[in-house]
């Protein structure tokens, strides 16, 4: 798995509630990112992480938010979580560090909201 | 923006039998990725592409990219059973930064 650890892997939450989704990597590199699979739309890419403090914004960015305070450690927070978010969420970092290099996923988590 | 379309989206096939799996995308892009999910776990990445003409293969499963065309294929010569899966395309949106993915193709190999 590339060093990646994801947790919690299983949530149900109500809706409503803050959830905060952890990625953890031992491979000390650059770019983590956070995808969201949902049937019929393969994985969408919600935030990515360039290094200590610095973020963007992807593709389905509403309603999350992401931080990055240490560069083994990128958090997924929803700040109030609804039923759209029930989802599996994938963490996952750049194999090998360089620009060409395929990601690497962590096992997921799978988010339900109530 | 990029628009990346696989097609089928659900292919169900014979053993012994020979397929391809296409993959279009919409903007000018020459790295494209194939991944494999195996039900309820991670992907796993198969072949990375990344000029016109690239070509890559691993027992079963050959890909190829044609840039000009903004098509790739992954092609699956004799299916057995172990290449059931999800396999998915996905597209560099922002040189290494972005990658957009398609919707998958569930392949089932029956026999």
């Known amino acids: 798995d590339a060093g990646i650890t994801q947790s919690p892997r299983h949530k149900v939450t109500e809706t409503g509630t803050p959830v905060t989704l952890r990625c953890h990597q031992t491979?000390?590199?650059?770019?983590m990112y956070w995808y969201r699979q949902d049937p019929g739309h393969g994985l969408r890419l919600i935030h990515y992480s360039y290094g200590v403090k610095d973020t963007d914004k992807g593709e389905v960015s509403d309603g999350y938010s992401v931080s990055r305070s240490k560069t083994e450690d990128f958090l997924l927070t929803l700040e109030s979580a609804t039923s759209s978010q029930t989802s599996v969420y994938f963490c996952a970092i750049k194999g090998g560090g360089m620009k060409n290099s395929p990601l690497h996923f962590g096992n997921g988590t799978r988010l339900t909201v109530t | 923006e990029l628009k990346v379309e696989q097609n089928p989206l659900f292919l169900s096939m014979q053993e012994g039998k020979n397929y391809t799996i296409y993959c279009n995308y919409s903007?000018?892009?020459?790295?494209l990725y194939w991944y494999r999910q195996d039900p309820g776990k991670s992907l796993e990445s198969l072949f990375v592409?990344?000029?016109?003409?690239a070509v890559k293969q691993e027992g079963r499963l050959m890909a190829s990219l044609d840039t000009k065309a903004r098509l790739s294929t992954l092609h699956i010569t004799a299916a057995v059973h172990d290449l059931s899966a999800t396999y998915f395309c996905a597209v560099d949106r922002e040189y290494g930064n972005k990658l957009v993915f398609g919707a998958g193709t569930i392949l089932r190999v029956k026999s």
């Open positions: 491979e000390n590199h650059r770019y």
């Open positions: 903007t000018t892009s020459d790295r």
């Open positions: 592409l990344l000029s016109n003409g």
